[in-house]
């Protein structure tokens, strides 16, 4: 039911633009207000999560790890650097891996039951297709959102013009059929797909994790009607994106329904973002189990939240303090003499 609510939200958020613009007489309102005041809310909650992220205390090191450890013999157990990084450098390599080749993903392993000839056996798998589809999502968006540029900046940058060389390398339609924009809709199927048809991953996800999904699919269907179907003006687009750019706003009468429909879905993205679960995309860079070392056997980490009054308080120190009610209350005691009362010493 989750996904049949976050498809029909999507559904009427797309019926919004559709009939709102023109019925009643919107098109500032649509082409100017909407998209100008999402990317203020934005940008002012994507760094305010941040800031809050980073302020936030990290009192112990928690990296994950999956390999061995710097030990006292490097030739009998050589260190996993990547795995268990132990310095500054090792640590990088390790968040540029997993940044740009999602490398923690690469390694996702599949766990099936199957019926033995005396008991059940549990088999472990490589499993790349969840890394497949990600690494083609994630890569997709990005060099759209790159190529998107060429409407918000005069003259063109050069790398925009390289992309979309390459993205339209194979020169299929008129006009060219984009590489990303197919691998963008197909990594969006099949991230959804798995979470309809898993029946472990459907019975954990919420409506938080299809609606992003479904607003992205609309968002690149749309932006696919636009480009290959409605064949919209690109030059009065353009007019209007420098517009917003420059604040010097204009709404040209030949851009038509299809452009506002696309513009008011992303403009329900970049609202939604700093709020969601795709802040995770600045938050693999804040995660303390993934940027910090590995060497609490190495260095003492002090926590910055001890009151420097305290003094440490061993053990020994605390069955003295403690030992007769502990004693009474049917307690062990390392040292029983700290059970018996002073009184009763003496």
């Given at each position: 039911?989750?996904?049949?609510?976050?498809?029909?939200?999507?559904?009427?958020?797309?019926?919004?633009?559709?009939?709102?613009?023109?019925?009643?007489?919107?098109?500032?309102?649509?082409?100017?207000?909407?998209?100008?005041?999402?990317?203020?809310?934005?940008?002012?909650?994507?760094?305010?999560?941040?800031?809050?992220?980073?302020?936030?205390?990290?009192?112990?090191?928690?990296?994950?790890?999956g390999g061995q450890f710097k030990s006292f013999d490097p030739k009998l157990f050589p260190q996993n650097k990547l795995d268990c990084p132990q310095t500054g450098a090792q640590t990088f390599f390790?968040?540029?891996?997993?940044?740009?080749?999602?490398?923690?993903?690469?390694?996702?392993?599949?766990?099936?039951?199957?019926?033995?000839?005396?008991?059940?056996?549990?088999?472990?798998?490589?499993?790349?297709?969840?890394?497949?589809f990600a690494i083609t999502?994630?890569?997709?968006?990005?060099?759209?959102?790159?190529?998107?540029?060429?409407?918000?900046?005069?003259?063109?940058?050069?790398?925009?013009?390289?992309?979309?060389?390459?993205?339209?390398?194979?020169?299929?339609?008129?006009?060219?059929?984009y590489l990303t924009n197919v691998g963008l809709v197909l990594g969006v199927l099949l991230l959804l797909g798995r979470r309809l048809t898993n029946p472990r991953i459907n019975y954990i996800s919420y409506a938080s994790d299809y609606f992003p999904l479904f607003?992205?699919?609309?968002?690149?269907?749309?932006?696919?009607?636009?480009?290959?179907?409605?064949?919209?003006?690109?030059?009065?687009?353009?007019e209007l994106t420098m517009g917003l750019v420059t604040f010097n706003y204009v709404v040209p009468d030949a851009i038509?329904?299809?452009?506002?429909?696309?513009?008011?879905l992303v403009s329900c993205l970049m609202a939604y973002f700093p709020f969601s679960k795709l802040m995770h995309?600045?938050?693999?860079?804040?995660?303390?189990?993934?940027?910090?070392?590995?060497?609490?056997?190495?260095?003492?980490?002090v926590n910055p939240w001890n009151d420097p009054n305290i003094k440490p308080h061993a053990y020994a120190d605390y069955e003295k303090q403690f030992g007769v009610p502990m004693a009474e209350a049917g307690l062990p005691l390392d040292n029983p003499e700290n059970g018996v009362a002073p009184e009763e010493k003496a």
């Open positions: 039911m989750n996904a049949l609510y976050s498809l029909l939200f999507v559904f009427l958020l797309v019926l919004i633009p559709l009939f709102g613009v023109d019925a009643a007489h919107m098109r500032t309102f649509f082409g100017v207000c909407i998209p100008t005041t999402a990317f203020i809310i934005f940008l002012l909650g994507f760094v305010y999560k941040v800031i809050t992220w980073g302020r936030s205390a990290v009192p112990f090191r928690i990296p994950t790890t390790r968040m540029v891996l997993e940044v740009f080749a999602f490398r923690s993903l690469f390694r996702n392993t599949a766990v099936s039951l199957h019926q033995g000839k005396d008991h059940p056996v549990v088999a472990y798998k490589s499993s790349k297709w969840l890394w497949l999502f994630h890569y997709s968006f990005f060099l759209i959102a790159l190529r998107h540029l060429r409407l918000f900046l005069e003259p063109i940058p050069f790398f925009v013009n390289g992309l979309e060389f390459v993205d339209g390398l194979l020169q299929i339609g008129a006009p060219t059929l607003l992205l699919l609309a968002v690149a269907l749309s932006g696919i009607y636009m480009r290959y179907y409605a064949k919209v003006d690109v030059i009065a687009i353009k038509g329904v299809s452009f506002f429909v696309h513009v008011f995309m600045p938050g693999v860079f804040l995660s303390p189990t993934r940027n910090l070392p590995n060497d609490t056997r190495a260095k003492h980490h």
